[in-house]
């Protein structure tokens, strides 16, 4: 069964178009990352898939589970990380995490076994009592993706989860969330804007004025599109290159 | 079911952890009640002289009489401030944290109302202790009946701020608020002058204040501090927060905000 599975989805903003028949799938334990140009209808899909914003046409279903029938299950299975800072700065890190336990409903025996492994595996143990404020950038995002893997989700999705970390962080970022890929069988889906974190076998899709343009092994894409990842990006997101 | 009460008792776990972290928030919530206790009333005392009303039993010095109405001005500032943060913050921050929970969308703004509406009597009860020091002391018994009272009358006032906050635009900053909900409903209410003082000037601003929510707020939390019981009331209380309540979570919707912005 497939992590994620979007189809014919659409949506407005009134009379404005944001997606259009939005349509691809997420196999178990692959990396996906989503490109686009600003106003692609990146936003608009992840507000769509964390149900911010109601479904209008199309459907979304993670592991199986429809968020238009059975938003519940298909929650259960999502875990988020957005592109803006969503923490507590206030709060100690172990308070954020069991924040989040709680809103997912998690007993607190689960909650303590699980707070324990997520903080061992991100390297946080040691900073479980200190504010989210005295923690820079990268070991924030570090937190933020312990909170999103807490109840175990199958599918995780990071909007933009490198913006505002320096290269070498960014390049960690990226290689933890493929372990975790490759470790935990988790899905990922990343969107990004950045070409540099793409690898040749991860699963590409390219949003381009609210239509999937492509879709496929990143390699195989380049190689269809212009050789490169650069020269198909650009070929592919130029106004008119939508079919 | 435990799932729905993990949930909830973690939503009020955060606020508590979030006020008692942020100690000047819960000061500056005081200063201005006290400002209006220690210095307007002081002043007005001479001014204002208060006939024997219910649920008095006797003459009452003026400050007296607006303490319920200071209490509840605490509830009507904290709601609006609430919810006003819950709109701004559902597309980022906070609450789409809150929103990817799998539960009920209902349950967890009703769990969020309820929740910053508990941290408010802290602030309530944190008030009345300085002004029992100060002098004003109502029966005991009457600060324990007032618990609930509060509470309902919080949770009304949180209601009613995420309804105009989800209806109206323009409340999208704080100013906007100050000047077309707190000042109106706060001014146009008993809770600085009985409604009687009202009449005696004009038959149409002690219409506007006898049909103000907020004064049957007040009246209820006035009866309740002295072991009365006001029907009317309470009826007007629980059913508008039923209804502000409803109102309230079935225009919660982001996607309206965002197509308000494209239009």
């Not at chain 1, 519940?72 to 069991?98: I, M």
């Not at chain 1, 493929?178 to 889906?189: D, F, P, W």
């Not at chain 2, 009687?196 to 103000?212: T, V």
Request: charged content about 15%.
């Amino acid at each position: 069964m497939n992590a994620l599975e979007v189809s014919e989805l659409s949506f407005a903003y009134g009379a404005k178009e944001a997606l259009r028949q939005v349509s691809f799938s997420l196999a178990p334990g692959r990396f996906a990352a989503l490109l686009g140009p600003n106003g692609a209808g990146k936003s608009t899909l992840i507000a769509l898939l964390t149900r911010l914003y109601d479904l209008q046409r199309g459907d979304i279903r993670v592991g199986g589970c429809s968020l238009r029938n059975a938003a519940r299950p298909a929650l259960k299975q999502l875990g988020v990380v957005f592109q803006q800072s969503t923490l507590d700065l206030d709060l100690s890190v172990e308070q954020n995490l069991r924040y989040h336990a709680a809103l997912h409903g998690m007993s607190r025996r689960q909650t303590g076994f699980r707070v324990d492994a997520e903080l061992a595996r991100q390297a946080l143990t040691e900073r479980r009592r200190e504010r989210v404020r005295e923690l820079n950038g990268g070991h924030r995002r570090r937190v933020e993706i312990a909170r999103a893997l807490l109840h175990e989700p199958r599918l995780l999705l990071l909007d933009e989860a490198s913006v505002g970390l320096d290269p070498a962080s960014r390049l960690a970022l990226n290689q933890h969330i493929r372990s975790l890929c490759r470790e935990q069988n988790i899905s990922v889906l990343w969107t990004t804007h950045l070409l540099d974190e793409v690898q040749p076998s991860d699963d590409l899709l390219i949003l381009h004025q609210g239509r999937l343009v492509a879709s496929g092994q990143a390699d195989a894409l380049s190689l269809e599109h212009g050789g490169d990842l650069g020269s198909a990006f650009a070929r592919l997101t130029t106004s008119g290159a939508v079919q | 079911m435990n799932a729905y009460w993990q949930c909830f008792s973690g939503i009020v776990l955060r606020e508590w952890l979030r006020f008692v972290l942020q100690r000047t928030r819960f000061l500056s919530a005081l200063v201005r009640p006290l400002l209006w206790l220690l210095v307007f009333a002081a002043g007005f005392r001479a001014a204002l002289g208060i006939a024997i009303i219910e649920p008095y039993d006797t003459y009452i010095p003026y400050e007296v009489y607006i303490i319920p109405g200071l209490a509840c001005m605490i509830l009507l500032f904290n709601g609006m401030q609430g919810s006003l943060s819950m709109v701004y913050d559902r597309e980022m921050g906070s609450m789409r944290v809150l929103l990817t929970s799998p539960l009920p969308r209902t349950f967890l703004l009703c769990s969020k109302l309820l929740a910053t509406s508990l941290i408010s009597l802290l602030q309530v009860y944190a008030f009345l202790a300085i002004a029992w020091v100060y002098g004003v002391q109502p029966p005991a018994m009457g600060l324990l009946i007032a618990l609930p009272a509060l509470l309902l009358v919080a949770l009304m006032l949180s209601a009613l701020g995420l309804l105009l906050s989800n209806a109206i635009r323009q409340l999208e900053n704080f100013a906007g608020v100050m000047n077309f909900v707190i000042f109106p409903l706060f001014f146009l209410s008993s809770a600085l002058y009985p409604l009687w003082k009202m009449r005696e000037s004009s038959e149409w601003l002690y219409w506007l204040c006898a049909l103000n929510p907020f004064t049957h707020a007040v009246e209820l939390v006035r009866f309740a501090l002295y072991e009365r019981f006001n029907p009317l009331a309470l009826a007007v209380c629980v059913g508008l927060t039923l209804v502000f309540a409803l109102l309230a979570v079935l225009t919660f919707n982001p996607q309206h905000a965002a197509l308000r912005k494209t239009n």
